[in-house]
C-alpha cells in the first residue's frame, strides 16, 4: 500500500514540498521517524514560514523514541506563533508537558 502510495505521489505534478510532506506523514505513520525527520526538514528548507511544517517535524521529533525534544518544543512553539489557532499545535505541546518534562500539575 505504501509503495502504491508513493508511486501515485511521484506522478504528481505539485512543489516538492507538498509531496515531501505527504511522505513523512506516510513514513510516521509506519512509524518510521527517521524517514519523516528527512523528508519534514526538506518541507521546512522549502517553506521556512509553515507552521504547518514545524507542527509536522515537532511532532515527528516528539513522538520518536530517539527524537530530540528540545528541538521538538521550539519546533511547536514557532508553529504556535505563526498560527496560534491550529489546536493540533497546542495538544502537542500538552503532550511534551505531560510525558517529556512530566509536569502532571498543570
Known sequence: MIEEAEKVLSSLNSPSHIINSLKGQISMTNK?????????ESCL???????FY??????????????DHKRAYHLLIKAAQLD?????IFLQL???????????KR
Request: proline share 4%; aromatic share 16%; with cysteine.
Open 32 to 40: 518510521n521517524y527517521e524517514m519523516a525527520n528527512s523528508h519534514f
Open 45 to 51: 528548507k522549502e517553506e521556512s514560514n509553515s507552521s
Open 54 to 67: 514545524h507542527y509536522l517535524l515537532g511532532s515527528c521529533l516528539l513522538n520518536s523514541p530517539n527524537g
Open 84 to 88: 496560534s489557532f491550529d489546536p493540533r
Open 94 to 104: 500538552g503532550n511534551y508537558q505531560r510525558y517529556v518534562t512530566q509536569d502532571f
